[in-house]
């Protein structure tokens, strides 16, 4: 059975860089074709696709944040850690991780989220 | 960027009605095109990949259907807990941008 779950801090100030990290179960990195993605979405509003990094390191990041972002994955430890620099009011959101399976070209299943709030 | 579009925004509808929901896409994505359900307070779950193909578990009066830059999920029989959100995903570059969402209420 495939689970993964979001951690991190709830609140972050203004300016401040976000990390959070997905540790999943399930499945490993060594398969191929398999990837986590990492999703948002504000209160109230539509889902945005932030990035997505694949069992062989490859790393595609959203046009619009690409500059704030960074993915890495532990192997080791079944986690991929999730980095945003310069956070803002407007990154207040839900922050999903979701499983992308070998030869899907959809995110099969998803964590529960975790919201984050961005105030000072 | 590819830009995704759904109509409506909001529908109500009755237990037992067709539904029908749109998505374009800003460019041809063949037909690699995703819808998920979301119920408040809770995870998306996708329904169908690759613009029909229904995913493991999902009843079968979901259906998918279109290719280029049209597509449309249809509700056969809408039942009590298919009230939610559905949103549309292009997966032809990257596995990337969402539509904004089409929300089913109860009329």
């Known amino acids: 059975q495939i689970t993964l779950k979001e951690s991190g801090p709830t609140l972050v100030k203004p300016t401040q860089t976000l990390t959070l990290t997905c540790t999943f179960s399930?499945?490993?990195?060594?398969?191929?074709?398999?990837?986590v993605g990492w999703i948002r979405q504000p209160p109230g509003k539509a889902l945005e696709w932030l990035v997505i990094i694949y069992w062989d390191d490859d790393k595609r990041y959203s046009p619009s944040l690409k500059n704030r972002i960074t993915i890495t994955k532990d192997t080791s430890k079944n986690q991929v850690v999730l980095r945003m620099t310069n956070m803002d009011p407007v990154d207040t959101a839900t922050y999903y991780c979701?499983?992308?399976?070998?030869?899907?070209?959809?995110?099969?299943?998803w964590g529960q989220g975790t919201m984050v709030t961005v105030s000072s | 960027d590819i830009q995704m579009t759904q109509s409506p925004s909001s529908l109500s509808a009755s237990v037992g009605d067709r539904v029908t929901i749109t998505c374009r896409a800003s460019q041809s994505i063949n037909t690699y095109l995703n819808w998920y359900q979301q119920k408040p307070g809770k995870a998306p779950n996708l329904l169908l990949y690759?613009?029909?193909s229904l995913q493991n578990g999902v009843p079968s009066r979901f259906s998918g259907s279109g290719s280029g830059t049209d597509f449309t999920l249809t509700i056969s029989s809408l039942q009590p807990e298919d009230f939610a959100t559905y949103y549309c995903q292009q997966s032809y570059t990257n596995l990337g941008t969402f539509g904004q969402g089409t929300k089913v209420e109860i009329k």
């Open positions: 690759g613009a029909s």
């Open positions: 979701a499983y992308t399976s070998p030869h899907s070209y959809a995110f099969t299943l």
């Open positions: 399930g499945f490993s990195f060594s398969t191929s074709g398999v990837g």
